[in-house]
């Protein structure tokens, strides 16, 4: 599948902003966060920014952006529809959270616990657009849906770890927290590659035609590439795909995992720094680990177009 | 409502594609575009359409395939366009509700004053039926040719999709797949027709004749098996015959 960068953004971004403002939320409830504006602000602001331009970016890639609002509508069988009517819906209690906590300095836990479950919710829909499509076998997997809560658990609490020790409220459970985030989820999307290389799917050229086998691409039905082969034919090398499932677990799980150890043998905003680093670090290791998810993505069409299996 | 007709009727309209006849001569993919890009989805763009990097919407492709090996194998040109699935993804996860399912003939149909140019729906279809025309920016697809097909301003006979009009050979049949005394569905039990990719559960409508038996015995023709005298010659074409069979 084509890896639109406007897509890997948006989910990477927003699973990342879904991910923070579900644990600022959870931690507010506990009791674990205290209730300061300045760490209110730039908590929720930049979770709130994340999946904001996150969601800006997911309409860029429309033919009609100015009709989005039309993908409200279809929720009773939309996965893509009820992610848009949760992200919406997950504003509301999460922008009554943010008013409460800025602005009179009073975060209320039921409200956070509230924007954690739409949090929660948003991902869910999301990961389920992609594990509802059968046409393409690597996303019509039951790790899909986990890799995705995974991601957005991971890198908002290494982003928490980050902001919690920058504003000197740092907790070394946010550190040990963010470690176990790391190896669940690196386990999950190791399961996951571990299952599509050896799943090799049902339908081949021959199920695609119904042709006695071997059925070999004699003549494509056009001479220059057309918006199927674009859209549904793009392929990484599976030498450049080993590399970069390589580098997206020394970047996203590795290194972070690294420094919050790091993290830990330190005091107060030197910890932050670090955690600092390592939130980004996650995070490049999460938009590699979305591009793989793409670009090794097959879809059936390509059986069409000379493909043997997909 | 891209959620599928609670109950869909009994007429599910689609096409028999027998793969035996196809010649692969493409007329049917260009009277599609020819007709659709002045009909109910038109225009179907062309970009660049004089220079390198061509690219189209069109409705309908033919493949060609070298299937089997040996004496066995064959070259079969293979139409593919909208199957009109019972059960299409294409529909469901459609966000704007501009994609839906006809419950009275089973077209699948698009909206395009409702579509967002989300492109889901192509990837929500393993056949590749879908086009997205970037200069409309909304996703186009074969129609049946609904606006032939219910047409009282044509003869009756032209009230066929424009591919199975055009066809030369015949290839191509439309009619009626949920009425098992149709025409069409008469021949998908006769020659064994079949779905493209069940495995999917997409339920497509259409169905894929497949290329009959190879006919390699000269018997196989219906001719003779073997040319035999009719009688012993004698005169001068025995002595001939005899002459030269030394």
Redesign the interface.
Known sequence: MHPAFSVIFFTTASGAGYGLLAWLGIFVALGMLPADRWFGLVGLGLALALITVGLLSSTFHLGHPERAWRAFSQWRSSWLSREGVAAVATYLPAGLFGIGWVFFEQANGLLGLLSAVGAAVTVYCTGMIYASLKPVRQWHNKSVVPVYLGFAAMTGVVWLTALAGLFGFGNPLFAWLSLAALAITAAIKLGYWRSIDNDRGGSTAATATGLPGPVRLLDPPHTEENYLMREMGYRVARKHAEKLRRIALAVGFAAPAVLLLLSLLLEGRAAGGIALVAALAATGGALVERWLFFAEAKHAVTLYYGAQSA | ????PESPGAKRLGLVID?DICV?CHAC?VNCKEWNTGGYPAPLTDENPYG???????LN?????????GA?SR??H?P?SCLHCETP?C????????SYKRAEDGIVLVDED???????C???????AR????D???MKKCTLCIDRIYNENLEEVDRVPACVATCPVSARHFGDLGDPDSDVSRMVADRGG????????YQPTNK?L??RPRRTEAGDTGAAAALTPVAEAGGFLGWVDRMLSR
């Open positions: 409502m891209t959620s599928l793969l692969g993919a390198s990097g061509t690219s189209g919407v069109w492709r033919i493949h060609a395939y070298e299937s089997g090996e066995n070259t079969v293979f593919k993804a529909v469901t996860v459609c966000p704007t509700g501009a409702l579509c967002i140019g989300c492109k889901l192509s990837w929500a279809c393993p056949y590749g086009e997205y025309d970037h409309a920016g909304v079949y779905d493209l990719m069940p495995e999917q559960g894929y497949p290329p």
